[in-house]
């Protein structure tokens, strides 16, 4: 029931979302209204928050908190997904993978000179999830984007084979 209510409210986001598409018959690379990164940051922040509100959402407010927690993913998704190039992904994803390999508390950085965007990464802390018995960490994330500051804080959860999955 729990997964229905996250696919039921990412699938009335994306709907939301592709109401602001272009309904005069232009074409979307003519106005540049969404490149792949934007709509693949878009899709990941969708669904990652509607995950999240999900999490917060009690009783009947929860389908709402799903939905909410879409669109506000979707929009921070789509924000960081057109800004960030793909040297800026590669040294952010690099940055990830070292803060969850290292300790608590241990701090990373990126710096990407051809676009003048930088990142840090910080686990906060780490506990077991009772439903499956992962390890889980919450990630802290820190990006200067073109001069703005965005934060981004993530819980993941190692998979059996080693990797880490975003909850």
């Known amino acids: 029931m729990r997964s229905f209510r996250i696919i ?7 709907a939301l979302l592709g109401a602001c598409a272009p309904i005069d018959g232009s074409d979307r690379s003519e106005k540049n209204l969404m ?6 940051g878009t899709i990941a922040g969708a ?3 509607a995950y999240g509100g999900n999490q917060f959402g009690r009783a009947s ?6 939905i ?4 506000l993913g979707a929009s921070a998704g789509y924000y960081l997904g057109s800004l960030l190039d793909e040297q800026d992904r590669k040294q952010a994803a690099e940055m990830e993978q070292k803060a969850l390999a290292a300790p608590v508390g241990t701090p990373f950085r990126w710096n990407n000179p051809n676009s003048g965007n930088q990142g840090a990464a910080i686990s906060t802390r780490q506990g077991t ?3 499956t018995g992962q390890t889980c960490r919450e990630l802290v994330e820190v990006w200067e984007i073109q001069g703005q500051e965005v934060e981004n804080v993530v819980l993941v959860c190692r998979n059996a084979d080693g990797s880490w999955s975003s909850r």
């Not at 039921?8 to 994306?14: G, I, K, M, R």
């Not at 909410?68 to 669109?71: A, D, K, R, T, V």
């Open 47 to 49: 669904g990652l928050g």
């Open 129 to 131: 999830e009772r439903s």
């Open 35 to 40: 490149g792949p990164k934007a709509l693949a």
């Open 68 to 71: 909410f927690g879409g669109l």
């Open 61 to 66: 407010g929860k389908t709402a908190m799903t």
């Open 8 to 14: 039921e409210a990412f699938a009335v986001s994306t």
